[in-house]
């Protein structure tokens, strides 16, 4: 467990204000009651559409905070550990946004309240693997082109607020209709291969991002590689047999779901106008290079 001293007890928080459903008064409200009575200061930034967060992050970390905090969805947390990839400053999540995905995976509480407690009280440290795009930019989850990424880029903002997941929901089963398996060129670790499948799902955690539905028990955000899921469904049944085995716990022996790993590197590219998803963000089209980074980010979660 850990507990930090309270002469260095600072934090910056990053707020993004139009994650999730609850509103950015209610947020600022019960952050500034809880880490006011725990006797913490803190500065709290809310983003704007044109920030550059990893470069506020950058700036905060040469200062006098001790913590670190990523309050909105796993958007908004990859966002902040862009800046924050081997400090020794750890990072905090309060999950306000709409899946909270990584908060769920290790068992962050959803309640913001209780999320607020974990981090000025009783917590343990767990270093979390990255993956990187380009030069700089890390993500923690998952990265896909798919009908997911196709869901994701097709959900209205206004629906996420209004409905939430199940916004998502909705969106995925209108674009289900009429989706067809595209051919895929993979390289993994330097090897290449060719595949026909619905999906290439490139994860560091097991949550697909639908609860509670999963890759498998073998696939952790610390465990020292990356997996590669490839979906080869091609109808309504297949998908309905996936599901079934997910919820059996049963994944590895579904035969619709061939598991690969990566120690370095993945890249993965299609002819098929696809859009490519990173941790529940559009961040590109048709093709991604993926650089696996160990131990990336010290994250607080739960001691038990």
């Not at 008064?25 to 725990?38: C, G, L, P, S």
């Not at 693997?129 to 700089?136: C, E, N, P, V």
């Amino acid at each position: 467990m850990v507990y930090l001293p309270v002469q260095t007890r600072r934090a910056f928080i990053v707020l993004n204000p139009v994650a999730g459903t609850l509103s950015v008064q209610a947020i600022q409200d019960i952050i500034e009651q809880h880490f006011t009575r725990n006797h913490w200061a803190f500065e709290l930034h809310q983003t704007k559409a044109d920030d550059n967060i990893a470069g506020m992050v950058h700036q905060a970390l040469q200062q006098d905070f001790s913590l670190v905090v990523a309050a909105g969805g796993d958007g908004t947390v990859s966002s902040v550990a862009d800046a924050m990839v081997h400090s020794k400053i750890p990072l905090g999540i309060l999950p306000v946004g709409t899946t909270n995905t990584l908060a769920q995976e290790l068992n962050i509480p959803l309640n913001l309240e209780t999320a607020c407690a974990l981090l000025t009280g009783e917590h343990t440290m767990m270093c979390l693997d990255g993956m990187q795009i380009g030069d700089d930019q890390i993500f923690l989850l998952h990265i896909s082109m798919d009908l997911f990424a196709v869901t994701i880029e097709k959900t209205e903002r206004e629906a996420k607020r209004r409905f939430g997941r199940i916004a998502y929901l909705w969106t995925a089963l209108r674009q289900w209709l009429g989706y067809q398996p595209c051919r895929f060129n993979l390289s993994i670790d330097g090897r290449r291969r060719r595949v026909r499948a619905a999906s290439i799902f490139i994860t560091n955690i097991a949550a697909v991002g639908l609860h509670p539905l999963y890759w498998g028990p073998h696939i952790r955000p610390d465990d020292g590689k990356l997996d590669i899921c490839i979906v080869k469904a091609r109808t309504v049944l297949d998908y309905l047999k996936i599901i079934r085995f997910a919820l059996l716990g049963q994944q590895q022996r579904n035969p619709r779901i061939k598991y690969l790993t990566a120690r370095c590197t993945v890249e993965v590219s299609t002819n098929r106008p696809l859009p490519v998803q990173a941790d529940g963000e559009i961040i590109g089209q048709q093709s991604v290079a993926v650089k696996f980074v160990p131990q990336a980010i010290h994250l607080i979660v739960p001691s038990t």
